[in-house]
């Protein structure tokens, strides 16, 4: 969660309940705005409406560097010897 940038485990499993549920609009929201349940931002124009899914997408492409990258090392770190539980030492 630090190296993400996550604060606490409450707007972690927001997102979750979100995602799984398809609200996926939700997640645009800007820090501290809640919008009515169902309605995703107003854009004043199709270009506004464009960049936010830009911004969207963006995000989205970077938390999956992100775990990917987190992944990596946890894959790395349980490959050495005696990084395994069930490993005889």
Not at 44 to 66: H, N
Not at 75 to 85: A, C, D, E, Y
């Amino acid at each position: 969660m630090e190296q993400l940038g996550i604060r606490n485990k409450t707007q972690l499993k927001t997102w979750m309940r979100w995602y799984r549920k398809g609200e996926v609009h939700r997640l645009e929201q800007p820090l501290g705005k809640q919008y009515s349940y169902g309605k995703g931002p107003e854009h004043s124009s199709e270009l506004e409406k464009v960049k936010a899914g830009e911004r969207f997408l963006k995000q989205q492409l970077d938390l999956l560097k992100k775990y990917k990258e987190l992944e990596r090392r946890w894959n790395l770190k349980s490959s050495l010897p005696g990084s395994s539980p069930f490993e005889k030492k």
